[in-house]
């Protein structure tokens, strides 16, 4: 079946403005996890999710983040009022339940200007 | 807090050499343990999962193995190819909150 898939590929905004990233689970995945990789580093933890609610949001760097998920199917994260430091490739990943093999999307790449 | 390291940083060798690759981790009550392979521009591709009770897993010229005490893994790539040239992370999962802990990774470069 189909991967994890997410949208847009690359997202280039200005500085300030609102941005919102798209990740669309392998069908069935109940667990789903955002991380971050920014330019030479390591990939961060963001927020994972069990069904559509988040029993994990730790790795949220700030109040302007946040991200939902509808059912076990779609999630969307929220950037608000970007910044530079911002910028990152944005992964999300889905496994069939928790402490399970993670299967990772293509990323977004989001650039603040 | 779990931390994982992966040493070197960058690996050049010439085809045809078998390699491995090191990982280690400072809390060694882990759940289980990835390697991915993330090429430039992509996304990460699982290559091998070790669950916390196994010793080590292969697939093709591919074996990880797990030393969970001594917070170890090794990635062995037997008779490279310039196709295998990649970076390869190691993350481990540790905790019921399900989040990997990612190493920064080893950049491969497979000489022809």
């Known amino acids: 079946g189909a991967g994890v898939s997410q949208s847009p590929s690359n997202k280039v905004t200005e500085k300030g403005k609102d941005v919102e990233l798209r990740c669309d689970p392998i069908s069935g995945h109940t667990a789903l996890y955002w991380y971050r990789q920014r330019l030479g580093q390591g990939l961060e933890f963001l927020i994972y999710f069990q069904g559509n609610s988040a029993p994990d949001k730790s790795g949220l760097p700030s109040d302007r983040f946040s991200a939902e998920r509808t059912g076990e199917s779609v999630s969307t994260l929220t950037i608000q009022r970007t910044q530079q430091e911002d910028s990152a490739v944005y992964l999300c990943?889905?496994?069939?339940?928790?402490?399970?093999?993670?299967?990772f999307g293509p990323g977004t790449r989001l650039t603040v200007l | 807090k779990q931390e994982v390291t992966q040493i070197p940083a960058a690996l050049s060798v010439p085809e045809g050499e078998n390699l491995v690759l090191n990982c280690s981790f400072t809390d060694s009550a882990i759940y289980n343990l990835q390697w991915f392979r993330q090429d430039p521009g992509k996304g990460l591709t699982s290559l091998l999962l070790?669950?916390?009770?196994?010793r080590e897993q292969t697939s093709g010229r591919l074996n990880a193995s797990l030393d969970k005490s001594s917070g170890r893994s090794t990635l062995y790539i037997a008779a490279s190819q310039p196709g295998d040239s990649a970076t390869y992370l190691c993350?481990?999962?540790?905790?019921?909150?399900?989040?990997?802990?990612f190493g920064k990774g080893i950049t491969l470069s497979v000489r022809p």
């Open positions: 070790i669950q916390s009770s196994q």
């Open positions: 990943a889905s496994s069939p339940g928790p402490a399970r093999e993670q299967f």
């Open positions: 993350a481990v999962l540790t905790g019921a909150n399900s989040k990997l802990t």
